[in-house]
């Protein structure tokens, strides 16, 4: 099944404690990037990829880093986690070639509350 | 900051009335505008998509309008559902890089 694999799905920390939500996509897309969702917000970007080894900041990047070793997977880091960093992040991915380049496929989500 | 400004933030219907939901933005240089809709627990999923160069798509009972010159655009859905009973946001896409501005959600609920 084409999905977008994100773990873990529910996360309790305490601030200052490293942590990296994986996410993992098997439909071979090369775009791929990270939102968080918080009440009355919407979705805002966080970092994005657009092929292995190309990251780029979005809206929202501060306090959060990210890799592309593979083309499959896109961890979100976060590497000293704050109060204000508690929200429900997603993952997502995208072709950029074809009839489906503008369909983004998200994950179900990560709900992070850091204490 | 790029925005997209999105109302109401919540929205009762009856079943088989209209539900309808605004957006307006300001940057001319978006070239998309998606819809996505969520249910609890699950992550957003496109529902239906427009470019600027048409005035209306439609799909189903969905409907998007939109109005260039007003920087506006709406998602029309007919004969509402129970199942329809979710939170919507309206986006816009700037560029090659594929970045999505997202509205603030409206949670539609429709009565049975």
């Known amino acids: 099944e084409a999905q977008v694999t994100q773990n873990p799905r529910y996360l309790i920390t305490v601030t200052g404690k490293k942590l990296t939500v994986t996410c993992s996509q098997n439909m071979n897309h090369e775009y791929m990037s990270w939102y968080r969702q918080d009440p009355g917000l919407g979705l805002r970007q966080i970092y994005y990829s657009m092929n292995v080894e190309v990251t780029d900041k979005g809206d929202v990047p501060e306090g959060y880093k990210v890799s592309r070793k593979e083309k499959r997977n896109f961890p979100l880091i976060l590497e000293s986690p704050s109060p204000n960093q508690t929200s429900l992040y997603f993952c997502a991915s995208s072709p950029l070639q074809g009839a489906r380049n503008e369909k983004l496929f998200f994950g179900s989500g990560t709900q992070l509350s850091v204490l | 900051q790029q925005q997209v400004k999105q109302s109401p933030q919540s929205l009762i219907v009856q079943k088989g009335g209209i539900s309808i939901i605004n957006c307006a933005y300001e940057?001319?240089?978006?070239?998309?505008f998606p819809w996505y809709q969520q249910f609890p627990g699950k992550g957003p999923a496109l529902l239906i998509a427009?470019?600027?160069?048409?005035s209306e798509k439609k799909e189903g009972r969905f409907t998007i309008s939109f109005n260039k010159s007003a920087k506006q655009f709406s998602l029309h859905i007919m004969d509402s559902q129970p199942g329809d009973s979710a939170t919507y946001f309206c986006?816009?896409?700037?560029?090659?890089?594929?970045?999505?501005?997202f509205g603030s959600g409206t949670q539609l609920t429709v009565l049975p």
């Open positions: 427009i470019r600027p160069d048409v």
């Open positions: 986006a816009a896409r700037r560029g090659s890089a594929r970045q999505l501005t």
């Open positions: 940057n001319t240089a978006f070239d998309y």
